[in-house]
């Protein structure tokens, strides 16, 4: 900078009162613009760049994990939490330069809970490793447990929690990672409530105060952020007070009071009922990451891609902005998620399958970005499919037996997009019966016995998608999975969906 004075502006006119007086005073203001906007730079890129994605894997076929790894990297995304330590991934996020918080399964927390070295063998595994050589991870976080205080879950798995990450974070420590990695526990939107609806009187379940304070002290004493779960789509679906306005960051939604403060969404209401729980247990300070949120697309009323679009929009915008009734936002939020996973528990319902930014084979669902340079997500690029063809039900053959034969596809494969309330809910009969004949067929890579169905099933070459109704092919991959033996019991919902359709079902 002085260089430059010094170049530009002659000695003898520099040194004049005049000048000297009027370019003090426009460096003065030059410098507080400069100031401004750096801060306003610094306050953009903290909440933007602390934006990531869930990458989770309960797929038949999974996109290649290079492949997704290029998704992300073409979209801006800087972070991404996995709910494994799935080597092959590991390996593709080598070199990225993108954050990453390794999962540790809930199957496992009471092994780690029992022994120090098993704790200390995992981290060898699935962190010590990855640390080494020029293609580092760079793993930031070890997250114990994918929401073990869910409240369906009861007992089975918070025994084993604050012990578990006690030995993972030992192990860190004796790795010399200690103070590179952090160990979070991610806890479930259920984890925390208000009877009232009103935050101020936000606290945990009764049942999990003891384990929160074991937790938030853990917590605190190694500096590590408490992760959970935000949900405004499940506050719509749960609490008649809660309308879709509210959720999707509408202006025109009516706000919710609670004595002098005054919430315009539901996102505000949940993190202020959060941080009034923390308060209540003696942590009103400790940061918070945002684990999961997010709008599903499809297996439920209001789950599209347009109320979807408009939530992320409004989240985002929110975030970026720093508005509302947010006494301190969370330092890291991470979406729900970046694919579909057609393989995901639909236990709380058939939405679970729908949760992705991207489709399956990684294509945009909607307009949206994480980058603020760009106005559209990139998709997926020369991506391979199975050959262009379907199984469909033959209308030549006698269908008496074709909605039990479809039954028998949906027990092992995805039929939720034909369940009340899903995309294809509306094609009627027998074309519900060809998305499952297919959805089966295409799980199992277009193997000609997956499309017999008794003689009722056909293969065509002819698209029978139907409107916004889209039936898939399938990824060629190697890691499709096979097929398994039918269990009829968690096909309850298409057996209520055929009968209520009046369908001539014999099983």
């Given at each position: 900078?002085?260089?430059?004075?010094?170049?530009?502006?002659?000695?003898?006119?520099?040194?004049?009162?005049?000048?000297?007086?009027?370019?003090?005073?426009?460096?003065?203001?030059?410098?507080?613009?400069?100031?401004?906007?750096?801060?306003?730079?610094?306050?953009?890129?903290?909440?933007?760049?602390?934006?990531?994605?869930?990458?989770?894997?309960?797929?038949?076929?999974?996109?290649?994990?290079?492949?997704?790894?290029?998704?992300?990297?073409?979209?801006?995304?800087?972070?991404?939490?996995?709910?494994?330590?799935?080597?092959?991934?590991?390996?593709?996020?080598?070199?990225?330069?993108?954050?990453?918080?390794?999962?540790?399964?809930?199957?496992?927390?009471?092994?780690?809970?029992?022994?120090?070295?098993?704790?200390?063998?995992?981290?060898?595994?699935?962190?010590?490793?990855?640390?080494?050589?020029?293609?580092?991870?760079?793993?930031?976080?070890?997250?114990?447990?994918?929401?073990?205080?869910?409240?369906?879950?009861?007992?089975?798995?918070?025994?084993?929690?604050?012990?578990?990450?006690?030995?993972?974070?030992?192990?860190?420590?004796?790795?010399?990672?200690?103070?590179?990695?952090?160990?979070?526990?991610?806890?479930?939107?259920?984890?925390?409530?208000?009877?009232?609806?009103?935050?101020?009187?936000?606290?945990?379940?009764?049942?999990?105060?003891?384990?929160?304070?074991?937790?938030?002290?853990?917590?605190?004493?190694?500096?590590?952020?408490?992760?959970?779960?935000?949900?405004?789509?499940?506050?719509?679906?749960?609490?008649?007070?809660?309308?879709?306005?509210?959720?999707?960051?509408?202006?025109?939604?009516?706000?919710?009071?609670?004595?002098?403060?005054?919430?315009?969404?539901?996102?505000?209401?949940?993190?202020?009922?959060?941080?009034?729980?923390?308060?209540?247990?003696?942590?009103?300070?400790?940061?918070?990451?945002?684990?999961?949120?997010?709008?599903?697309?499809?297996?439920?009323?209001?789950?599209?891609?347009?109320?979807?679009?408009?939530?992320?929009?409004?989240?985002?915008?929110?975030?970026?902005?720093?508005?509302?009734?947010?006494?301190?936002?969370?330092?890291?939020?991470?979406?729900?998620?970046?694919?579909?996973?057609?393989?995901?528990?639909?236990?709380?319902?058939?939405?679970?399958?729908?949760?992705?930014?991207?489709?399956?084979?990684?294509?945009?669902?909607?307009?949206?970005?994480?980058?603020?340079?760009?106005?559209?997500?990139?998709?997926?690029?020369?991506?391979?499919?199975?050959?262009?063809?379907?199984?469909?039900?033959?209308?030549?053959?006698?269908?008496?037996?074709?909605?039990?034969?479809?039954?028998?596809?949906?027990?092992?494969?995805?039929?939720?997009?034909?369940?009340?309330?899903?995309?294809?809910?509306?094609?009627?009969?027998?074309?519900n019966v060809s998305y499952a004949f297919n959805s089966l067929y295409q799980q199992n890579d277009h193997s000609a016995e997956s499309c017999d169905f008794g003689g009722l099933g056909l293969i065509t070459t002819v698209d029978p998608s139907e409107g916004s109704c889209r039936f898939w092919i399938q990824l060629d991959t190697s890691h499709s999975s096979s097929s398994t033996i039918p269990i009829f019991f968690q096909s309850w919902p298409l057996l209520l969906f055929f009968l209520l359709s009046g369908l001539n079902?014999?099983?």
């Amino acid at each position: 900078f002085f260089i430059t004075w010094n170049f530009l502006v002659p000695r003898h006119y520099r040194q004049s009162r005049s000048f000297t007086d009027s370019m003090a005073h426009r460096l003065f203001l030059l410098i507080l613009l400069l100031l401004a906007i750096t801060a306003e730079l610094s306050v953009t890129t903290f909440f933007v760049g602390a934006v990531g994605v869930n990458w989770g894997t309960d797929a038949s076929h999974p996109l290649p994990p290079s492949k997704v790894v290029e998704l992300l990297k073409s979209n801006g995304i800087a972070k991404v939490k996995l709910f494994d330590a799935d080597p092959e991934i590991l390996r593709a996020l080598s070199g990225s330069n993108i954050g990453v918080t390794v999962g540790i399964p809930n199957s496992i927390l009471k092994s780690l809970n029992a022994s120090r070295k098993v704790a200390e063998s995992w981290v060898h595994d699935n962190v010590t490793r990855y640390f080494n050589g020029g293609n580092r991870v760079r793993i930031e976080y070890v997250a114990v447990g994918d929401e073990p205080f869910l409240q369906s879950y009861g007992n089975q798995y918070k025994p084993f929690v604050i012990g578990a990450a006690m030995n993972i974070q030992n192990a860190l420590a004796k790795a010399s990672l200690g103070n590179e990695v952090k160990v979070v526990v991610p806890s479930s939107f259920d984890s925390f409530l208000s009877e009232s609806n009103r935050p101020s009187s936000g606290h945990f379940r009764a049942d999990l105060n003891k384990t929160m304070i074991e937790l938030l002290s853990f917590l605190t004493k190694h500096q590590s952020p408490f992760f959970v779960t935000i949900s405004p789509f499940l506050s719509f679906r749960q609490n008649k007070n809660i309308s879709l306005d509210f959720s999707l960051f509408k202006e025109t939604a009516k706000a919710h009071k609670d004595g002098r403060r005054t919430y315009k969404n539901s996102f505000d209401l949940s993190y202020a009922t959060l941080v009034s729980a923390l308060s209540s247990i003696g942590f009103p300070e400790v940061s918070i990451v945002v684990s999961k949120i997010g709008w599903p697309t499809d297996g439920a009323a209001n789950a599209t891609s347009p109320t979807a679009e408009a939530f992320l929009k409004g989240l985002m915008g929110h975030l970026e902005k720093k508005t509302g009734s947010m006494a301190r936002p969370p330092v890291e939020t991470y979406i729900e998620s970046f694919l579909d996973e057609d393989q995901r528990n639909t236990s709380s319902g058939n939405f679970e399958r729908h949760w992705g930014v991207f489709t399956f084979d990684g294509q945009a669902k909607y307009s949206f970005s994480f980058n603020r340079n760009s106005k559209k997500l990139v998709n997926a690029q020369n991506v391979e499919y199975l050959p262009p063809k379907w199984c469909v039900v033959n209308n030549n053959k006698d269908l008496a037996n074709a909605s039990a034969k479809a039954l028998e596809a949906c027990s092992v494969s995805d039929c939720t997009s034909i369940l009340p309330g899903g995309s294809c809910s509306g094609i009627g009969w027998p074309g519900n019966v060809s998305y499952a004949f297919n959805s089966l067929y295409q799980q199992n890579d277009h193997s000609a016995e997956s499309c017999d169905f008794g003689g009722l099933g056909l293969i065509t070459t002819v698209d029978p998608s139907e409107g916004s109704c889209r039936f898939w092919i399938q990824l060629d991959t190697s890691h499709s999975s096979s097929s398994t033996i039918p269990i009829f019991f968690q096909s309850w919902p298409l057996l209520l969906f055929f009968l209520l359709s009046g369908l001539n079902l014999k099983l």
